[in-house]
């Protein structure tokens, strides 16, 4: 069975770091890419970046470009996403996805709040 | 970026009846559309994958049509588990990979 569960959310202030953490089972992690995506309260999905199997394609969203650094440790079968300079607007609750074309599989998420 | 347009924002169904919600694509986008289901505190599951297959363990009440910029999600007869929010992604033209702004389907 495929699991993926994120983990590492928190609350944060602005201008605050934080890393995410997907460990993944059930599959075989290093033949697939995968993904970030978030969901504002209340909103809709938004992706945030793309990761190939070997690291070598990288992909981000505008919004979080120059902020945040997707990586994956595929001896460990685990996703992680570093979250730098964070803003109020970064509030979400965050998603692992696997990557397959669409998005096949998705985590239960990791809420990520940025308040003062 | 490819803009997806979801149409209508909430649509209210009896249980038992027909629901189709629609998609609209800014530019081709061929059939790399996929369509999610999500329940409230839930992750997105996977649905429909190349405008028209179902995901695996998805119920033949589901079923997607369209190709182009004009997409279709049809719920044959809608069960009480399928009240959810659901949305269409494209997968065609990407960096970035892009959502529809959601149909929510109630009970009316």
């Known amino acids: 069975e495929v699991q993926l569960v994120e983990s590492g959310g928190s609350f944060i202030q602005p201008g605050g770091s934080l890393r995410l953490s997907c460990a993944a089972s059930g599959f075989t992690f290093d033949t697939h890419a995968m993904d970030w995506v978030r969901q504002a309260p209340g909103k809709g999905l938004e992706w945030v970046s793309y990761i190939s199997s070997t690291s070598n394609t990288i992909f981000y969203a505008h919004s979080v470009k120059g902020r945040f650094t997707i990586s994956r440790d595929n001896a460990k079968n685990s996703l992680y996403l570093q979250m730098n300079s964070l803003r109020a607007e970064d509030t979400a609750v965050y998603y692992c996805a696997r990557h397959n074309w669409s998005f096949d599989y998705w985590g239960r998420g990791a809420l990520v709040t940025v308040s003062s | 970026e490819i803009v997806m347009t979801q149409s209508p924002a909430t649509l209210s169904v009896t249980p038992g009846e027909r629901a189709t919600l629609s998609c609209r694509a800014s530019?081709?986008?061929?059939?790399?559309l996929a369509w999610y289901q999500q329940k409230p505190g839930q992750a997105p599951r996977l649905l429909i994958f190349g405008a028209s297959t179902r995901a695996t363990g998805i119920p033949a009440r589901f079923s997607g049509s369209g190709s182009g910029t004009e997409f279709t999600l049809t719920i044959s007869s809608l069960q009480s588990e399928d009240f959810a929010v659901y949305y269409c992604q494209q997968y065609n033209s990407w960096p970035p990979f892009t959502f529809g702004g959601g149909t929510k389907v109630e009970i009316k």
């Open positions: 530019q081709s986008v061929s059939t790399y």
